[in-house]
């Protein structure tokens, strides 16, 4: 019974001799029913603390005091930690988490459903969140017929998931903000003397964390939640003997902590999966990567450049880089441990692509570890992709062109420089022909042809057609034309769709996988590789707008599927009203990084997300692509 009920109560007794139920119901603003329940609790509580109610046949309940003292130090009690019942979905998710995590028996969801004032099918729909919850922590309700059920599961795991979701346990869930803020302040400024004199380096984040992580440990172990074994063999010496120090100068200052070696084990794995470095950079034991977390990098730069074309494989320095991060973070995925990043809505809007990248990384992580990236973790990695892109600089490949000219040699000279000139920080090279010498030319090499008169000989890259060309105009006409031509050679009209509907974004995907498959020939299995992938880590971002693609490269050539909703559905995280479906082959791994980097920008920008799905126009889409 929440302390406000019990006071409300206390005070109609108070003010009257004898009260009918009816009457005391009818004054809560409660059923009979709930009454009897609240005054059997109440009833027990009294008694422990000077107490008792009476209850006379045809009058109804009296409070009466045997013990004021005792009865009026408790009252004042009451009155210090009143709360409100938790009345929101957020808030009773968070109690149950904390009442499972803190009990030592089974739990009934009667007495959930009697403590929240909820029915028992609104109890089940907060417990399927709650179990949502507890697998990211590698923990299972355990459910036992007429028992309840209990959380099962590492207490390691246990403290981090009340770590992350910001819950501190004793024998009251509703603790004073005030108190723990006390709390926390004192541990943490005795942790901050003992790491000065440790001389260790820590981020303000990391540290933040520590305390943190100090302090729910310390409350567990006063309420008898021990951690009793640990087998892992990775933990560094180093870090074990760093714990240890740390734990026994606590045990000194009188905080609660324990010295079992199991304790400070996992301790050191804290310490470790937050990269913790001595103070004067001296290097006290090398830093060993094992083949694992090599071959799971190389797994990671694999997917990458399948997906999007980004090779980096070769790029010894990223590797490395991704290595050493991936020492950490393996420690950080296998045990749960939360790491914030302060940058995190920077690098999604400044640095989308490599946002986009680190996903994918994600979605490789995910499968091995069984358990999804947070977004601070994933920001993270794009920090390390973005680096890469700016030291070693824009390396996009440049258009390679033949330029068709009827007339003499020196105004076909003449055009040659000035597209050179005008066109240098996007074509490589331009090779002069005639119309005649045309049939003769092998055109695969080339991105496009440039002409000043009209070509009929069927060919399979875009043809751009020259007027008076020394005019700024005609030249930015050519620009407009080379996007335009671009932009088209991935976005086709009849993929373009603006009356799919579904309710979910399996039907979505389903339904635009069908209508494709109307147009062009699909593999079989093409339409299940999209919803696995989608199901390693969802491609919605934000804006309205979601990117979905299969897992793996299926097709020989490049399919890109835009469409309009006619109403937003729900992806995963947001709501999404414009889909982009791409499966790209790869054989032009420049311009299907230039696609995606285009694709991201867009995702930026909901305004024109919003004009897409306003005006549901395939030449709206080209003409909003062509300006960004």
Known sequence: MDHLDKMEILQILSMEKYIPARKLAEKSKIGEKTLRKRMKELKEELERNGASIEIKHGQGYRLKVEKPKQFLQWEKRLQESEQKVP??????????????????????????????????????????????????????????????????????????????????????????????????????????????????????????????????????????????????????????????RILLQLKKRGVGVSLKKAEIAYTALYLQGNCIQQMDGAVTKNMVIDERIDSLTEEILKSIYCTYQVEMRGNLNLRMYLNRHMVSLDIRLTYGIAVKNPLLQEIKEKYFFPYLLASQAAVVLKGHYKKSLSEDEISYLAMIFEAEHLQNGDRQKKSKVLLVCATGKISARFLLLSLQKKFSGSIDQIELCSLYELEQRDLKEFDYIFSTVPIDKKVNIPIIILHDFGTQLELAKVQKAMDHSYIQRFFKKEFFFTDVSGETKEEVIKELCRRVGQIRPLPEDFCESVLFRESMGSTDFGNMMAIPHPYEKKLKDNLVCAAVLKRPVLWQINQVQLVILSALNGSQGSEIQKFFEMVSKLMLRKDLIDEIIREQAYETLCDILERM
């Open 87 to 244: 009345n929101t979905p957020r808030e009773r998710i968070r109690y149950i988490l904390l009442l499972l995590l803190s009990s030592t028996s089974y739990v009934k969801r009667e007495m959930i459903g009697d403590f929240l004032y909820i029915s028992e099918q609104s109890v089940s729909q907060l417990l399927k969140y709650v179990e949502f919850i507890f697998e990211k922590y590698d923990l299972a309700l355990e459910k036992k017929s007429r028992y309840g059920m209990r959380v099962r599961g590492h207490e390691f795991s246990k403290r981090q998931c009340i770590m992350n979701h910001y819950l501190l346990t004793g024998s009251d869930w509703r603790l004073l903000d005030q108190k723990v803020c006390a709390e926390r302040v004192s541990r943490g400024d005795i942790l901050s003397d003992i790491i000065m004199e440790e001389r260790l380096s820590f981020t303000e984040l990391a540290l933040k964390y520590f305390i943190d992580y100090i302090y729910v440990t310390e409350r567990r172990i006063r309420h008898g939640f021990c951690i009793e074994t640990c087998t892992d063999k990775n933990i560094d010496e180093e870090n074990m003997q760093i714990a240890e």
